[in-house]
């Protein structure tokens, strides 16, 4: 029976590759695994069914850290996102047979270009995944609060864009009721961090108006977090207005196309809500004005009706002839009786209109004792629809003051 060694099988065999294999080739995988050691890189590289987990091929790989070092710097400067396990690489490569370590790829060079092809392309694969479950424009159709003045922000507490957006908000005057939920705003577990943040809020969400996720500008890499299919799903099914202010000037992020509304900075957001209470205040105003210049109208018709009884009377005394001093006297009687009559209930009329206005003024309503309770900014009527917990405002004469529930 004929028969060769081991090392002379696999001895074959590396000189079949060395053949086959004389020159670099270019070759498409991902990157299942990367480590980093003494400046090396090792790799795992695999390729996986289409739409499917399935694994069909895969193979070491290495890249040493003359080569590595330079390789990594030109790919990260290029796409803006950091090589690591997960991503899709075009890279150029030798194949090597060790008799002992069997075959695997000296990485040569990588195409940049290739990966930003493949990003873009998750990236549309996800918003047409979010747009065929029909949920793409669910948070964007959710109507924006005339008053938003109760926030559920989502940050990190020691970002300088949080910093900037409350500095911003409270400049102006306006009182805002804001709660931070501290979360992770970029790294791979950013995404689970803001998810995490949105289901405390839901748990209490009717003591807020909307949703603000910031974060201040950055790298590209630093936002791959806010392109995640599992966050953006949770921003497009909340039941709260989510306005978003990633800070940045490049593409949006897909959080940023299923947010309700979306600005380029946290300053941006704040400057917005500032806005939007600063229409409310208008609007509020103009109600005001338009109810005193109606009573004030009211009043000047009745004065106008005053004064044409007044010429009336006084042209019918011109008109009595001096013959008729019997009907003149008679007629002077009756007159002036109509004239006083007339005169006091007109003065009635307008008294009572003013004394109408003057009592059902909140001024004088409070002077007088009375006070204005509201729950979720909506007045209140009665103790039965409170409950423990609740939040009411009280407004007297001086001033106003906030309750809390306790049984």
């Known amino acids: 029976m004929n028969s060769i060694s081991l090392c002379e099988l ?30 090396n890189a090792y790799l795992d590289l695999i390729e996986n069914a289409e739409n499917s987990d399935k694994l069909l091929a895969k193979i070491r790989a290495n890249c040493w850290a003359s080569t590595f070092q330079m390789l990594k710097t030109y790919f990260e400067e290029n796409t803006g996102q950091i090589l690591r396990e997960g991503i899709a690489v075009l890279v150029q490569v030798t194949v090597e047979f060790h008799s002992v370590y069997g075959i695997s790829l000296n990485i040569k060079d990588i195409d940049p270009a290739f990966t930003l092809g493949e990003m873009a392309m998750r990236r549309q694969q996800i918003i047409r995944k979010l747009q065929s479950e029909g949920v793409a424009q669910m948070n964007k159709s959710l109507e924006l609060p005339q008053y938003m003045q109760r926030l559920a922000i989502i940050s990190s507490a020691t970002a ?15 009182k805002f009721y804001s709660v931070l939920f501290q979360s992770l705003m970029q790294g791979e577990a950013a995404a689970d961090s803001i998810i995490n943040s949105l289901e405390k809020i839901y748990a209490n969400v009717e003591l807020f108006d909307a949703v603000i996720i910031i974060r201040g500008g950055g790298a590209t890499t630093d936002l791959a977090c806010f392109d995640s299919y599992d966050l953006a799903l949770n921003v497009a099914q909340f039941p709260l207005p989510i306005i978003a202010g990633i800070g940045h000037l490049r593409d949006n992020t897909i959080v940023d196309l299923v947010a309700n509304k979306s600005l380029k900075t946290p300053t941006a957001v704040a400057e917005f809500l500032i806005n939007k209470m600063q229409d409310a205040e208008n609007q509020l105003f103009e109600t005001v004005n338009s109810i005193v210049n109606f009573a004030q109208n009211k009043i000047l018709v009745q004065k ?97 003051v906030e309750s809390l529930i306790v049984d």
């Open 160 to 174: 300088a864009g949080y910093g900037d957006f409350m500095h911003q908000l409270n400049e102006r005057g306006f």
């Open 304 to 400: 106008n009706i005053l004064e044409q009884t007044r010429w009336k009377i006084t042209h019918l005394l011109k008109n009595i002839t001096a013959n008729s001093v019997f009907e003149l006297n008679r007629q002077k009687i009756r007159l002036k009786n109509a004239a006083q009559n007339a005169i006091f209930f007109q003065k009635n009329k307008l008294d009572l209109y003013e004394k109408i206005i003057h009592t059902q003024s909140p001024q004088y309503l409070f002077k007088k004792g009375f006070s204005l309770t509201t729950l979720n900014g909506k007045r209140l009527f009665s103790v039965k629809l409170l409950k423990k917990g609740d939040k009411i405002k009280t407004y007297l004469s001086d001033g106003a």
């Open 10 to 39: 696999l001895n074959t065999v590396q000189q079949a590759i060395k053949l086959n294999f004389t020159e670099p080739i270019w070759v498409r995988a991902e990157i299942g695994e990367l480590r980093e050691n003494g400046g």
